[in-house]
C-alpha cells in the first residue's frame, strides 16, 4: 500500500517540476508567433553565412557564421535579408533586431569618417583609425564611400580596404582576439573625386555650427562623397 509519506514525496516533486516548468517558460518563452514568421518569410541566408537567434520570444540577433564572399554580390544580398528582417521584427510590437556584436551593418553609401567614429566608441570586431599625410587628407579620407555591406565589422574593412587598395594603404593589428584595429592612409598618388550622396537633400547645419569631418552639406542640403577613381570608374 501507498503510505502518505510517498504521496507526500510525489507530490514534492510534483511541485518542484511544475516550479521548474514555469521558471523555464518564463525565462525562455516560446518566439512570438509573429517573429517565427519574419524568419520563415525571408529567403534562406545560409549560403551567406546569417542565422538568426530568438531570446526571450521577441529578441532577433543576426549571426554571422562564415565571412561573406569579396567581390560578389553576396554582401549586398545580406544588406538586402538583414534589413527586410529588422523591418518584420520591428514592426512587431515589442520586437527587437540586432546583429551580434563586432558586426554591423551598412545599410547604404556612408562615408567611412562616419562609421570610424561609431566603431572607435563601440570597441568590439574592429575599429579604423586615419593617418594624414598632410592636413590636406583629411577631407578625402573620411569621407571616402563605403556601403552597403554587411557582417564582421573586420571583414567589412577588409573588403573595403581591398576594392579601395589604388587609393588607400590599410595596415591591420590584431588588438585582442575580437578586436582588429585597421590604420588607413590616402596613397600620394591617390586619384579620388567628390560626386554627390545618392540621397538627397540633407539637413542643413545650422549657422556657425562646425560640421564633422565626414559631414559635407551646404547651404542647400547637398550632400558630397568622395570615392576612388580607379575603384569607380
Same mark, same amino acid.
Do not use: H
Given at each position: 500500500?501507498?503510505?502518505?509519506?510517498?504521496?507526500?514525496?510525489?507530490?514534492?516533486?510534483?511541485?518542484?517540476? !511544475?516550479?521548474? *516548468?514555469?521558471?523555464?517558460?518564463?525565462?525562455?518563452? @516560446?518566439?512570438?508567433?509573429? +517573429?517565427?514568421?519574419? /524568419?520563415? &518569410?525571408?529567403?534562406?541566408?545560409?549560403?551567406?553565412?546569417?542565422?538568426?537567434?530568438?531570446?526571450?520570444?521577441?529578441?532577433?540577433?543576426a549571426k554571422f557564421g562564415q565571412?561573406?564572399?569579396?567581390?560578389?554580390?553576396? !554582401?549586398?544580398? *545580406?544588406?538586402?535579408?538583414?534589413?527586410?528582417?529588422? @523591418?518584420?521584427?520591428?514592426? +512587431?510590437?515589442?520586437? /527587437?533586431? &540586432?546583429?551580434?556584436?563586432?558586426?554591423?551593418?551598412?545599410?547604404?553609401e556612408a562615408p567611412i569618417g562616419?562609421?570610424?567614429?561609431?566603431?572607435?566608441?563601440?570597441?568590439?570586431?574592429?575599429?579604423?583609425?586615419?593617418?594624414?599625410?598632410?592636413?590636406?587628407?583629411?577631407?578625402?579620407?573620411?569621407?571616402?564611400?563605403?556601403?552597403?555591406?554587411?557582417?564582421?565589422?573586420?571583414?567589412?574593412?577588409?573588403?573595403?580596404?581591398?576594392?579601395?587598395?589604388?587609393?588607400?594603404?590599410?595596415?591591420?593589428?590584431?588588438l585582442s582576439p575580437n578586436l582588429?584595429?585597421?590604420?588607413?592612409?590616402?596613397?600620394?598618388?591617390?586619384?579620388?573625386?567628390?560626386?554627390?550622396?545618392?540621397?538627397?537633400?540633407?539637413?542643413?547645419?545650422?549657422?556657425?555650427?562646425?560640421?564633422?569631418?565626414?559631414?559635407?552639406?551646404?547651404?542647400?542640403?547637398?550632400?558630397?562623397?568622395?570615392?576612388?577613381?580607379?575603384?569607380?570608374?
Open positions: 500500500m501507498m503510505t502518505k509519506a510517498f504521496w507526500a514525496i510525489v507530490c514534492m516533486f510534483a511541485i518542484a517540476a !511544475a516550479a521548474y *516548468a514555469y521558471v523555464v517558460y518564463w525565462t525562455n518563452p @516560446r518566439p512570438l508567433p509573429e +517573429v517565427v514568421a519574419c /524568419t520563415q &518569410a525571408l529567403p534562406n541566408a545560409k549560403d551567406i553565412g546569417i542565422s538568426f537567434d530568438i531570446t526571450n520570444g521577441k529578441e532577433v540577433t565571412s561573406i564572399t569579396p567581390g560578389s554580390r553576396r !554582401a549586398e544580398d *545580406a544588406v538586402a535579408i538583414l534589413d527586410a528582417m529588422s @523591418r518584420c521584427v520591428t514592426a +512587431v510590437r515589442g520586437a /527587437t533586431f &540586432a546583429v551580434e556584436r563586432g558586426s554591423a551593418i551598412v545599410s547604404e562616419a562609421l570610424a567614429s561609431i566603431w572607435q566608441a563601440d570597441q568590439s570586431g574592429a575599429v579604423a583609425i586615419f593617418s594624414l599625410n598632410s592636413e590636406g587628407d583629411r577631407r578625402p579620407l573620411n569621407n571616402l564611400r563605403i556601403g552597403p555591406d554587411a557582417g564582421p565589422k573586420s571583414d567589412i574593412l577588409s573588403r573595403w580596404c581591398a576594392s579601395n587598395r589604388a587609393c588607400v594603404q590599410c595596415k591591420e593589428t590584431r582588429v584595429s585597421f590604420n588607413i592612409s590616402l596613397k600620394p598618388d591617390a586619384k579620388i573625386k567628390e560626386v554627390p550622396m545618392a540621397k538627397q537633400p540633407w539637413p542643413i547645419p545650422a549657422p556657425g555650427s562646425k560640421p564633422s569631418d565626414w559631414n559635407l552639406v551646404d547651404a542647400s542640403g547637398r550632400r558630397t562623397i568622395y570615392q576612388c577613381v580607379n575603384d569607380a570608374g
